[in-house]
């Protein structure tokens, strides 16, 4: 069943990754400065669907802005004591007292630090009602989060076939909100950056409503994509390529990827091969032109291979370009066939980069009127 089929119970703009960092680094920096004139902190919550990257993005922020980074899965809580920690006798005011020992994930370091609580709504009803307090004060029990720890959670979506327990807007409102959507371009530029194998990147590209949001996942596609790198020639291993694409993804998929093996579509050109070609009109232009220009153009792969080499450029800002490579690019981005508006946004995303190199295509005269018509 397609999560397309089910009344998805989610809060918070629906965004894309960038879209996503963005917003939890603007909530960070409210909340540091709230801690600092002694204000309380608001939690944030992103929601999505399973494997579209929600933990991955909180890590990867962390790691990348000097966070201290701690996980918690509230899922495997068992007892309460798992939450709050286990009671101990102390002294207080020569008064002996019951306290609590905090667990083991609780931090004890100052920070700047982000624990995540990952699939919150998977826990039971009982520990969401005991991790209330910790949203609303940060602290449980006898203890407290240190200086500068933010907490950030996820969660799935409620209202389908999701096995979540339903939190109420008591609960809801302790949180900020926002839901990650599945961007296929913003896909493709973190999997091209990660070395994710090309013809996976391909296929996504070409068909990115194979991404169903059951068995064929972001997460799913990466790990299909990592078990076949090795094999060089797909065609000639097709039985193995099932198998694993069986092991990993949906049937729908499966047929489809052993459809673009069958009809050589995983061997669409690389940006490489486009940059550095020695002869751009038979070796790309031709090319291109017989593998597009079939009963019906297929804008599709024109739109896979573009994306590709738009990417590529992005990701290598710092690294300078060829006199050839420049002329070869010009020389795509003015091919006849390329639809307007994929011309536009090419030439838009590249005058936009970083790479004065890159940027100088808007001095071309054909190319400049893109971005003042939206057209050549």
Known sequence: M?????????????????????????????????????RLKTPLCIWGTHGIGKTQ??????????????????????????????????????????????????PTENGPGILLIDD?????????????????????????MPPQWHIVLTANPDGGDYSVTPMDFAFVTRMMHITLKFDVKQWALWAEKNEVDARGINFVLTYPE?????????????????????????????????????????????????????????????????????????????????????DTQRVDILSTITTRLVNHLLLNEQKKIATTALENLKKYLKM???????????????????NSAVQNIATDPELSKVLLSGAI
């Open 2 to 38: 397609s999560q397309h089929t089910h009344n998805y119970i989610q809060y918070g703009t629906p965004c894309n990754a960038e879209e996503v960092i963005q917003f939890l680094a603007h909530t960070l920096n409210v909340n540091t400065k709230a801690e600092a004139t002694g």
């Open 57 to 106: 993005i909180v890590e990867h922020y962390a790691k990348q802005n000097g966070y201290a980074f701690r996980y918690i899965a509230p899922a495997q809580f068992e007892e309460m004591g798992d939450l709050i920690g286990m009671p101990k006798i102390k002294e207080v005011h020569n008064t002996e007292v019951t306290a609590f020992v905090p667990p083991e994930w609780v």
């Open 120 to 144: 919150v709504n998977r826990a039971d009803d009982r520990i969401l009602r005991g991790i209330m307090q910790l949203l609303q004060n940060y602290e449980l029990a006898s203890w407290k």
């Open 210 to 294: 194979i991404v169903s949001g059951e068995r064929t996942t972001p997460r799913t596609l990466v790990q299909f994509c990592e078990h076949i790198q090795p094999i060089s020639d797909l065609a000639k291993q097709i039985s193995l390529v099932k198998m694993l694409a069986d092991a990993c993804l949906d049937s729908a998929t499966v047929t489809a990827f052993l459809a673009f093996v069958n009809n050589q579509l995983n061997q669409l050109l690389s940006p490489e091969q486009i940059l550095y070609s020695k002869n751009f009109d038979k070796e790309v232009l031709e090319h291109l032109q017989t593998l597009t220009n079939q």
């Open 336 to 354: 006849s066939f390329l639809p307007n508006d994929m011309r536009f946004l090419a030439v838009r995303d590249l005058v936009n980069s970083n």
